[in-house]
């Protein structure tokens, strides 16, 4: 039951925490290139300028969500009384 209470939290976490990560790229990005960062669909961008682009935003974006999840777990299990999903991971 508490999964589904959480979804509407996983919905609203997942749309701020993309808004956050695309800023936090955009200005990490800046620092390393004066330029807006290079879109892989360009027929001239280079191959150099791609991958470390994709590397810096797949990290960006994966820090972000995995922190703004969290936090919104252990806000509602204070608030539920519950905790969202697996306490504990399943033994291999």
Do not use: C, Y
Not at 10 to 32: D, N, P
Not at 60 to 76: A, I, P
Request: proline share 9%.
């Amino acid at each position: 039951m508490s999964k589904i209470l959480f979804t509407p939290f996983s919905v609203l976490g997942g749309l701020v925490a993309g808004f956050v990560g695309k800023k936090l790229f955009e200005r990490l990005w800046a620092i390393v290139d004066e330029r807006e960062p290079p879109d892989p669909k360009d027929r001239d961008v280079t191959w150099r300028k791609v991958v470390p682009a994709l590397l810096l935003e797949g990290a960006v974006f994966r820090v972000v969500r995995g922190v703004v999840d969290r936090g919104l777990r252990v806000m509602f299990s204070k608030l539920a009384g519950r905790w969202p999903g697996q306490e504990r991971p399943e033994p291999s």
